[in-house]
């Protein structure tokens, strides 16, 4: 006889099922292709550093292009600007105008002219703008007997990163790991949540139930299934993690690492918590549920408060979005974003971590009592109002 | 053996079981009978502790049965349900395991039941799949996994050919060979009198009869039929003697003893011409009829 508790029992077998469930595995590896896409793509079609032609009639144009190339160096090594020596100005015009190069520069110091074909590229333009614009301002300041050094003199704006020094993350790429740790909960939430749901009502429908309730207590029944499917859930998210990672490694944006490191540190437990708050709530709705027609009507409220809660994770700042920060469940989507952006102080989150524990230790005993009650009600789907009245059987 | 205490349950004012009393001994098969609505389902679901009574007990070798106990029961409700997108043999080894078995021994023994059932082919097939007869086997098969104690089976043949019943009959029988009481209910009134030891019968929530089926059948009026070659209307003024049907030379009668029957039978042989006097053996369906009614 095995000693095994009927939960671990349970949880084996939601585990098992959904690995050998051909959407679940399909559409984990669609994630996983569509996020290393989103990753490398950009990579791809932006072909790497930029490398222009650009067509010269003289050695004073060839210097101005080297110059150019030296200031787009500075930003991407990789980068490069040919010089490429023609004849004269409509030897040039007619490079241009074939698409030999990608602009030709003609004319003197002091009187520069870009030829192109309907637009040079930007960053070109921009660099060959600077460089004429320094030669000339080079040339100028000569003239008046003084040096570029002298005129620009404290024209400078010093640049300081307050957040820089703590290991968080400023502007976009905060934005874009807020926006993913509140798209990955909402979305694990969401289709995990709905999972639980989906095999509660299963066993419902089929009315296995009755055999599974005449053997184990139904307690049982429901821890194994809600921790069968967190396990999935981490497990899934521990996957994207670990892809994404990796990704980032491989695309050049390491550089964000330990600053994200300590983000995805604090994400995870929040994430459990969270999933936790809300699965015992979804087996409820499951439960209220008598065939899985009826899933979409007892779930509504649930998809609901995810949806509101994942607009406010994104949008809410200041005053509110500390105050949501603490809000539990709400926590899982503000609290990440408040690290990142490196605005919390180390007791925020914890306080926020114990405040979502409490309320989960109170969603379980909610949704259990829920799920109990009306578990055995086979004959059409309950209200959350009518299975709170009802009597435990 | 397992013993209901005046159990009953009511929904609102209505009482869907009421007071309902009876035995099932160590290796005995019982026949659980009555109309639709008449509380089997209700009353099983007590046994199993799946509901909770209104008022009475359900006792386990004459203790209060308990949770520990319940789990060693076999059980196969009404509203039949095995997870329909599962294969057949994996689920009945987690139902075993459920049951307290070891993973290789549910395997095994599910498997060999599946196998001596017909559904040897088909053991990685979805539930689903697979014919209502089949998913009916598999069924039974998932209630007695793990050497029940005691078998309680809402309706096990609905819906299963002759042969599919002779097989599980067999199965059952073996059962309570080694002592399990098996209690099952059953639409089909030959059936349940062919196989089982003894019968309750159910009606609006109350037990009506109870016994062997020939306790039952000795507790039904005492009918005799008459045939003659004459017409028998001469019957209607026999004395002790009631009339249930009269037809030309065929009467069934209902004499208030074996006197009345004697005499009735000396006044037709002296008319002449008897073809036929015999004690009516009621079937239990007519028993049934006339207890339910």
């Not at chain 2, 049907?245 to 042989?269: H, N």
């Amino acid at each position: 006889m095995s000693t095994r508790a009927p939960w671990t029992l349970v949880a084996a077998r939601e585990i098992q099922v959904k690995l050998t469930d051909k959407n679940f595995l399909v559409g984990t590896a669609l994630t996983l292709v569509l996020l290393l896409g989103a990753m490398f793509l950009p990579a791809l079609i932006g072909g790497g550093a930029p490398s222009y032609d650009v067509a010269v009639t003289d050695e004073a144009a060839t210097g101005v292009v080297e110059q150019a190339e030296e200031s787009l160096q500075a930003a991407d090594e990789e980068s490069a600007i040919t010089a490429v020596d023609v004849a004269d100005r409509v030897a040039a015009e007619t490079a241009v105008l074939d698409g030999d190069v990608d602009a030709a520069l003609v004319g003197e110091p002091g009187a520069w002219e870009l030829l192109h074909d309907g637009g040079a590229p930007t960053s070109l333009d921009g660099a060959l703008s600077e460089a004429v614009s320094a030669s000339a301002m080079a040339a100028n300041a000569e003239a008046a007997g003084t040096t570029v050094a002298d005129l620009t003199a404290g024209s400078d704006l010093a640049q300081v990163d307050l957040a820089a020094d703590d290991g968080a993350m400023t502007g976009p790429l905060a934005f874009v790991l807020g926006f993913a740790f509140a798209m990955l909960f909402y979305f694990a939430a969401l289709m995990f949540g709905m999972q639980i749901a989906n095999s509660v009502v299963e066993e419902k429908q089929s009315r296995i139930i009755e055999i599974l309730a005449a053997k184990i207590p139904t307690r049982q029944l429901l821890m194994g299934k809600v921790l069968g499917n967190t396990v999935l859930a981490f497990g899934q998210l521990a996957l994207i993690a670990a892809v994404s990672l990796v990704g980032l490694t491989v695309v050049d944006l390491d550089v964000a690492l330990p600053g994200l490191t300590q983000a995805i540190l604090w994400y995870l437990p929040f994430f459990l918590v969270g999933f936790l708050a809300l699965a015992c709530v979804w087996a409820a709705a499951g439960a209220l549920a008598s065939r899985t027609e009826d899933l979409q009507q007892t779930t509504m409220p649930l998809t609901m408060v995810l949806v509101v809660l994942f607009i406010i994770g994104l949008y809410l700042e200041g005053t509110w979005q500390q105050v949501f920060s603490f809000v539990p469940v709400a926590s899982t989507f503000v609290m990440p974003v408040r690290i990142i952006e490196g605005d919390a102080a180390i007791w925020e989150p914890v306080l926020a971590l114990a405040l979502a524990l409490v309320f989960c230790a109170v969603t379980i005993t909610l949704g259990s009592r829920l799920y109990e009650r009306a578990l055995l009600h086979t004959s059409g789907s309950l209200s959350w109002r009518r299975a709170m009245s009802l009597s435990k059987d | 053996m397992l013993e209901l205490h005046g159990l009953s349950r009511s929904y609102g004012e209505h009482r869907a079981v009421d007071e309902v009393s009876f035995t099932v001994p160590d290796g005995r098969m019982v026949g659980f009978v009555g109309g639709n609505g008449a509380g089997k389902t209700t009353t099983m679901r007590m046994i199993m502790g799946v509901l909770a009574p209104t008022a009475g007990e359900v006792r386990w070798d004459g203790e209060p049965v308990t949770r520990a106990d319940r789990v060693r029961f076999g059980y196969m409700p009404e509203e039949r349900g095995l997870y329909p997108k599962q294969p057949v043999l994996a689920q009945l080894t987690y139902l075993g395991r459920l049951h307290g078995m070891t993973q290789s021994s549910a395997r095994e023994r599910s498997e060999e039941l599946l196998t001596r059932f017909g559904l040897g082919e088909r053991l990685t097939s979805k539930v689903e799949t697979l014919s209502l007869g089949n998913q009916q086997r598999a069924q039974i098969i998932a209630s007695v996994l793990g050497d029940p104690k005691m078998l309680v089976l809402d309706e096990p043949f609905s819906g299963l050919d002759p042969s599919a019943v002779d097989q599980m009959s067999a199965l059952l029988r073996e059962h309570t060979a080694n002592g399990t009481p098996v209690l099952f209910s059953s639409h089909q009134l030959d059936l349940v009198d062919r196989l089982c030891d003894s019968i309750v019968v159910l009606h609006a929530g109350r037990v009506v009869a109870q016994g062997t089926s020939e306790d039952l059948r000795a507790s039904a009026p005492l009918r005799y039929r008459l045939v003659t070659t004459g017409d028998t209307g001469w019957v209607r003024g026999a004395a002790g003697v009631q009339v249930i049907d009269l037809d030309g030379p065929s009467a069934l009668v209902q004499p208030e003893d074996e006197a009345s029957a004697e005499r009735l039978l000396t006044d037709a042989v002296a008319r002449g011409g008897v073809r036929e006097f015999s004690r009516i053996r009621p079937t239990l369906s007519e028993i049934y009829r006339e207890v339910a009614a």
